[in-house]
C-alpha cells in the first residue's frame, strides 16, 4: 500500500502536523519512536502559540494542572542589574511553563484519534523508488507519496535535498537540579550573561529546575563536564541555587543549539517544519511556536493541494529567519560587557555586519 503521506518525527512538528492532516480528511501514517523516557529541555512555551494550539483545537490542554502560567523572568543581560521581564510587559500574553512531555503525549494523543496512524519507529533508510518514497524502519518499509520532514535538526529527508545554513556553533550544556528543603521556590526564570557565553535556569512544573549554559561549541573550556561547579560561579544563579538547596544529581547533557535552516524548505514530494526547517537560538523560546506554525501551514497547503500555498510557506519561512536573525543581533548587541571575548565578538561582528550563514 502506498500512503498517500507520511509525517517523520515525534516532536511537536511532526505531532501538530499529523494531527492537522488528520483534521484534513486524511489518514497519515506517522513515524515516531517513543523517547518518553529522555528529558527534553525546552520548556517556555510562548503565549503567541495559544492561537494556533485554538486552530488545533488543542488549547484546552494547557488547563492541566501539570502546566502553568509563566512566572517571571528577570535577566542580567548588559549590565550586572537584574531586569524583570514582567509578564505584563510582554505584548502577547504569558509565556506558559510546560510539563514538556505531558504536553508532547497529549498532542500525540490528539493526533492518533483525529486518526493518524502511528507506528513508534525511527525511519533508518529512506530512498525514492517509481516516484514515491520508500522508508526503512528496519523492520518494515512504508511507502508514501509525500513526507513531511519532522526531524529535528537531523532532517533527515531536507538535508538530502537542500543545504541547511548555519549562522553560528551555539550549543548547551543542561542538567536538571533538585532540591530536598520543603520550602516552595520562588517560580522564576533567570537569564545571566557572562564571559563565555549566558546561563538559563527555570523552576519546572514539577519544583525541579533546569539550569543550561550557552556558549560556542568550539570555544576552549565548553567541553566540562563542570556545569554545576560553573553554575556556583555565576552571581545570580548561584544564589538562587544555594537559597532553595539545589543541586545536580546527574552529568550534564550537552545538545546542539545553533541558529540554522533550510533553504528552500520545499521540494519534490516533500517539505519541512519545525525545526528540520528553521531552529533557533533558545533564548528566542520561540522554537516550539515556530513548530506549531509551520505544520499548521505546510498540512493546509498539502491538504489543499495547493501548490502557491505551499511555496508560500516555504517564502515564509525564508522570511522569517531574516527577520528572526535580525532580532538575534539586536539582543546580542545589547550586551557590550566582554570585549575580548570570542563568544560576544562573534556575534558582535555579525551585528555590525549582518548575519554571515555558512551552507
Ligand atoms: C536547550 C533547549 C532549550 C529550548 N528552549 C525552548 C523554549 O524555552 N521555548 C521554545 O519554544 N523552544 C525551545 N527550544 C526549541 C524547541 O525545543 C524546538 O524548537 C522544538 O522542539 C522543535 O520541535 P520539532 O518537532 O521540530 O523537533 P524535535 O523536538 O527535535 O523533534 C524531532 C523528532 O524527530 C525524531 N527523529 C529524529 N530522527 C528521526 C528518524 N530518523 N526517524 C523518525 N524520527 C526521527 C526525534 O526523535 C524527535 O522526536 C529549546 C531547544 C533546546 C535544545
Redesign the pocket.
Known amino acids: 500500500m502506498i500512503h498517500a503521506v507520511a509525517v517523520?518525527?515525534?516532536?511537536?512538528?511532526?505531532?501538530?502536523a499529523a494531527l492537522r492532516l488528520a483534521q484534513g480528511g486524511l489518514r497519515p501514517v506517522w513515524?515516531?519512536?517513543d523517547?518518553r523516557d529522555t528529558f527534553?529541555?525546552?520548556?517556555?512555551?510562548?503565549a503567541a502559540?495559544i492561537p494556533l494550539l485554538k486552530t488545533l483545537g488543542s488549547d484546552a490542554m494547557l488547563r492541566s494542572e501539570v502546566h502553568r502560567h509563566a512566572h517571571s523572568t528577570y535577566s542580567a543581560w548588559g549590565s550586572e542589574t537584574l531586569i524583570q521581564r514582567n509578564a505584563i510587559s510582554q505584548i502577547e500574553g504569558a509565556?506558559i511553563v510546560l510539563d514538556?512531555g505531558a504536553f508532547?503525549d497529549a498532542l500525540s494523543a490528539q493526533a492518533i484519534a483525529a486518526g493518524a496512524e502511528k507506528m513508534e519507529?525511527?525511519?533508518?533508510d529512506l530512498r525514492i523508488t517509481d516516484g514515491h518514497w520508500r522508508l526503512d524502519?528496519g523492520e518494515t518499509c512504508i511507502e508514501a507519496n509525500f513526507v513531511f520532514d519532522?526531524?529535528?535538526?537531523?532532517a533527515?529527508v531536507a538535508s538530502k535535498f537542500s543545504p541547511r545554513f548555519q549562522a553560528d556553533k551555539l550549543s548547551?550544556q543542561?542538567a536538571v537540579f533538585s532540591s530536598s528543603d520543603r520550602e516552595e521556590p520562588r517560580p522564576v526564570t533567570l537569564i545571566e550573561a557572562e564571559e563565555r557565553g549566558w546561563w538559563?535556569m527555570?523552576v519546572l512544573a514539577d519544583r525541579r529546575v533546569v539550569v543550561?549554559f550557552?556558549s560556542d561549541a568550539d570555544l576552549p573550556g565548553f567541553d566540562s563536564t563542570e556545569l554545576d561547579a560553573n553554575a556556583r560561579r555565576t552571581k545570580v544563579i548561584s544564589a538562587y541555587l544555594s537559597d532553595y538547596g539545589y543541586g545536580s544529581s546527574g552529568h550534564p547533557t550537552r545538545?546542539?543549539?545553533n541558529s540554522s535552516w533550510i533553504a528552500p524548505a520545499i521540494g519534490a514530494g516533500w517539505v519541512a517544519?519545525?525545526?528540520?526547517?528553521a531552529?533557533?537560538d533558545?533564548l528566542?523560546?520561540?522554537?516550539?511556536?515556530?513548530?506549531l506554525w509551520?505544520?499548521i501551514q505546510a498540512a493546509d497547503a498539502f491538504v489543499a493541494q495547493d501548490r502557491q500555498k505551499m511555496q508560500a510557506y516555504a517564502e515564509n519561512v525564508a522570511s522569517g529567519v531574516q527577520d528572526y536573525l535580525t532580532a538575534r543581533c539586536h539582543v546580542y548587541s545589547c550586551e557590550k560587557r566582554w570585549a575580548n571575548s570570542l563568544f560576544w565578538a562573534r556575534r558582535h561582528s555579525n551585528s555590525a555586519k549582518g548575519p554571515e550563514a555558512s551552507a
Open positions: 517523520l518525527g515525534g516532536g511537536i512538528a511532526g505531532a501538530a513515524i515516531a519512536a523517547r527534553k529541555p525546552g520548556e517556555h512555551l510562548s502559540a509565556p514538556r508532547e519507529r525511527d525511519v533508518v524502519t519532522a526531524t529535528g535538526r537531523k533527515i548547551c543542561y538559563y527555570s543550561n550557552y545538545i546542539t543549539t517544519i519545525g525545526d528540520a526547517s531552529a533557533f533558545p528566542s523560546s520561540h522554537g516550539m511556536t515556530t513548530a509551520s505544520a
